[in-house]
């Protein structure tokens, strides 16, 4: 169930279109580029709005769409909930916010218009009827805009946008942060609010980095420490149990980078972690592949922090408008923070298993170097597969300079799936028709690096597009990103959910996550197959393989 901006998500084969490509069956998608905007739960409803174009499958007319879910697997398409409509707040374009629910449960959104001057400003909008927990309609206060950019406050006009979610500190003041820029400099600018109508710039921004231009869709929330359970976003600072998460979107690469830290809502600074850094090149991402503009929210229901992601397309402006849809969201996944307090995981929320159907096992399966395995009696389009190696000789482990831990991307370029090493590469082929002519390769190297001190394994995860299809007019690009585990002494675990066109990977239970979108003409439907692969020098063996066939999310209603 993946989201775009676009409504046309009721048919699920697209015949106009270039490629014979099946529209994904649990991620929502239809026409505009969609971006999620708001996410939040109230009274037991869970409510995503994201960016649509009522008018076509491109940018353009942008408003905010608007679907409820009672388990964010099943979804009901409500109208939309704003509209693009007054000269001095969003006659240009109702673009990205968030939402926040205040102390008395009333939600509110934060969103950014662009005025008839073409300057980006932020504005307020509140539900028409608190009582309707499906939240239809919605109405924009006379006090708009409540941020705006002037030659006083120094923002530029052009990058002034995406307003977080609001938290409330101690002192009963409310802040959030809006993306800009300085330059090449990234800003997250801090708003201060007793009422959260009545807004002041503070003094300086939370925070900001040099060298990395604009910061889109900046997101600051606090997370527990020692723990799986999320923490409110207005939770105390001072809490000695909570850490604090700032991503940016970088416009500049498309890819969203986040940190770890502190922060001390005295001073109102943000510290990350010392190593902790945010900039292109070699931060840590939510996602490695194709995955930007995200958005979080605190879900009081669960206890637990839910984050989307808009996944675009690999293909032409062209293609988009003759297959009538672009865009998909990410499966709704849950974050929390690692035991080692200095990173992220991130896993497909749990609701999900209710799609799984018809499993198929596999224990203490050896793979020799060269092995192709086939898994039977899966929907291979449409599936969910967990897959665990151990039994690597690391004495066998090729050496890897240092140099090369940045540059993760550029070494699965360099090493795709056909190109045999030692140890890997090892894993999944999704998305591969009968001959092979066209797969999906999602698998591990394992590499061993000389420092000075000691002799240390690393994991290199990546996800090779280069075989994906037969079109050559799309976007194969390999991705790839080391994962934070000890091979000596912890398996090897990979999860992927497979759909259509989209793979979502999940290595080492999420810390590090890669999302590819991929176009197969051969590998469609009944034609897909899954295996299990090896194609390194020294074997392997899969402790465990579970699949299971999906069913298909309903989504129901028209905007």
Not at 91 to 99: D, L, R, T
Request: aromatic letters at 10%.
């Amino acid at each position: 169930m993946r989201y775009t901006k676009a409504t046309k998500v009721s048919r699920p084969y697209r015949p106009n279109s270039s490629r014979t490509e099946r529209a994904s069956t649990f991620n929502l998608q239809g026409t505009g580029l969609t971006i999620l905007m708001g996410p939040m739960v109230y009274k037991g409803i869970y409510h995503l709005f994201y960016q649509y174009n009522p008018n076509g499958s491109v940018w353009g007319n942008i408003v905010w769409a608007h679907a409820t879910s009672k388990d964010l697997v099943n979804w009901e398409l409500q109208p939309v909930a704003l509209s693009a409509a007054e000269p001095n707040m969003d006659i240009n374009g109702a673009w990205s916010g968030s939402a926040t629910i205040l102390p008395d449960g009333k939600p509110v959104i934060l969103y950014t218009g662009v005025d008839s001057q073409n300057q980006q400003v932020q504005n307020v909008a509140v539900p028409k009827n608190l009582s309707d927990p499906y939240l239809i309609e919605w109405t924009k206060p006379p006090q708009n805009p409540i941020m705006s950019p002037t030659i006083q406050n120094q923002i530029n006009s052009s990058s002034f946008r995406d307003p977080s979610t609001g938290w409330l500190g101690p002192d009963n003041v409310w802040r959030v942060v809006v993306g800009s820029k300085i330059g090449k400099q990234g800003v997250a600018i801090l708003y201060k609010s007793k009422d959260f109508v009545n807004w002041v710039k503070d003094k300086k921004p939370l925070h900001s980095a040099h060298g990395n231009g604009m910061w889109e869709c900046p997101a600051f929330y606090p997370v527990s420490v020692g723990n799986r359970n999320s923490v409110d976003t207005s939770k105390s600072s001072n809490d000695l149990n909570v850490k604090y998460v700032l991503k940016v979107s970088l416009d500049d690469i498309k890819h969203d980078y986040y940190t770890v830290g502190s922060y001390n809502y005295h001073t109102d600074v943000y510290t990350p972690n010392r190593g902790s850094i945010q900039n292109g090149f070699s931060g840590l991402r939510y996602d490695y592949g194709k995955f930007y503009a995200s958005k979080s929210f605190y879900d009081g229901e669960m206890n637990r922090r839910v984050l989307w992601g808009w996944v675009n397309e690999s293909s032409s402006v062209a293609d988009d408008v003759k297959k009538g849809w672009s865009g998909v969201m990410a499966v709704p996944r849950r974050v929390w923070l690692d035991k080692s307090g200095k990173q992220l995981h991130i896993n497909p929320v749990q609701e999900f298993v209710k799609l799984r159907m018809n499993p198929v096992s596999l224990r203490n399966h050896v793979l020799q170097p060269s092995s192709l395995l086939k898994v039977h009696n899966i929907t291979a389009a449409q599936a969910d597969v967990e897959i665990a190696f151990e039994g690597l000789d690391l004495s066998k482990a090729e050496v890897i300079d240092p140099s090369w831990i940045s540059k993760p991307q550029v070494l699965c370029n360099q090493n795709d799936s056909s190109v045999r090493g030692s140890l890997g590469p090892f894993g999944l082929k999704v998305l591969a028709s009968k001959g092979m002519e066209e797969y999906t390769s999602v698998f591990f190297r394992v590499f061993k690096m000389n420092t000075q001190n000691n002799k240390q394994h690393v994991v290199l995860m990546c996800s090779d597009q280069s075989r994906s299809s037969l079109d050559k007019d799309v976007d194969k690009s390999n991705y790839g990103a080391f994962v934070n585990v000890n091979p000596g002494h912890e398996k090897l675990s990979l999860r992927t959910l497979i759909d259509h066109s989209i793979v979502e990977s999940f290595a080492a239970k999420g810390k590090s996550c890669i999302t590819s979108r991929v176009y197969p003409k051969l590998a469609i439907d009944k034609a897909a197959h899954l295996y299990a692969f090896n194609n390194g020098l020294q074997s392997v063996k899969i402790s465990s393989l579970n699949a299971w066939s999906m069913k298909s999310a309903q989504i129901t209603g028209k905007q």
